[in-house]
């Protein structure tokens, strides 16, 4: 049981679609993954979720302090035989100075291996003072390797291994080149969620397979297994309850931005969830409350205008006095 963090030198890297096929690939080989994301973040999760089969967690300093973050990490690695963790933007970034909620302090306080994954587009010999520059920046981090995504081919591959090898101490763990299947179209809050993509498990399977090709999952592997756990305390939220309220939840194309944990909670407060598609539901049911989360709805402008029963029944329900979350 063993787990690391995959971060980048900045977005659109292709760092998502690289932790995805890797979630996919190591799936493949019959371990139990577990996918964490550093959040906050609803849309990387669905597509990471979505590869690994079960649903991804958000590791987040905005809403979780230290301990809070460890013990998390902990129990919901207890089933799984190695843990994945994405990172957001690029290794030391993050909103204070200080880099004290950045990827880098997460892979410290987690004690996780970092993967650099490392945008080379129109890039050479320049590739070793940034590396050097991650290297060096602060101490306490453990750098498994690089992947070098969007090579240009083979001789292009060539020169960066070269160049790696001749200035720092870093393995190349992985070289992928610019391939259309491995990539997610992007939008204003990111990328395109997975449940808005017909095709998104069609495209899950190739990032597994692409991953599996170009990426050593055996090194992978081991430098996970190389980090220890935290310390895993007992969760301090009450045992599930007896259902004995109803909550509807929208979750579909328009409305599907929820952190796992919530529902969770709700669960084991005594709710029975009940999912509502937005697009297709024609009627509410019976419900004691309603959670609608956030998500793409301008993209559905259409769908959600055309059923009308549905919108007519939310807004009456509201009027009526239908505790909502939204």
């Not at 890797?22 to 493949?28: D, E, M, V």
Request: proline residues 4%; glycine residues 12%; hydrophobic residues 40%.
């Amino acid at each position: 049981m063993g787990h690391l963090l995959v971060s980048a030198a900045h977005k659109s890297s292709g760092k998502t679609t690289l932790t995805t096929g890797l979630c996919a690939a190591l799936k493949n080989r019959g371990l139990g993954l577990q996918p964490f994301k550093k959040g906050p973040d609803y849309i990387d999760p669905l597509w990471l979720g979505a590869a690994a089969g079960r649903a991804c967690r958000n590791l987040d300093f905005h809403t979780q302090g230290k301990q809070e973050i460890s013990a998390y990490f902990a129990r919901h690695m207890k089933n799984a035989d190695i843990g994945v963790i994405e990172g957001n933007k690029g290794l030391f970034d993050g909103v204070e100075l200080d880099g004290r909620n950045s990827n880098a302090a997460l892979a410290r306080l987690l004690g996780s291996p970092v993967v650099l994954v490392i945008d080379t587009q129109g890039m050479t010999r320049g590739i070793a003072p940034l590396l050097k520059g991650y290297l060096d920046f602060e101490r306490g981090l453990d750098f498994a390797g690089v992947i070098l995504n969007k090579v240009a081919g083979a001789r292009h591959e060539g020169k960066l291994r070269a160049v790696i090898e001749y200035y720092t101490d870093l393995e190349v763990i992985g070289a992928v080149g610019r391939r259309p299947e491995m990539e997610i179209a992007e939008r204003h809050l990111g990328l395109v969620p997975s449940n808005e993509q017909s095709g998104a498990q069609e495209r899950i399977r190739a990032m597994a397979k692409i991953t599996a090709e170009y990426v050593d999952l055996g090194r992978i592997i081991l430098a996970a297994n190389q980090a220890a756990l935290p310390k895993s305390v007992p969760e301090e939220t009450q045992g599930i309850c007896a259902p004995d309220i109803t909550i509807g939840y929208t979750r579909d194309a328009a409305f599907n931005f929820y952190y796992q944990d919530d529902l969770d909670a709700l669960r084991r407060a005594g709710a029975k969830l009940v999912k509502i598609d937005t697009l297709q539901d024609a009627h509410l049911p019976v419900l004691d409350g309603l959670f609608l989360g956030g998500g793409f709805p301008e993209t559905n402008m259409k769908a959600l205008e055309a059923n009308i029963s549905l919108r007519q029944e939310i807004r009456g329900a509201i009027e009526a006095g239908l505790p909502c979350y939204a």
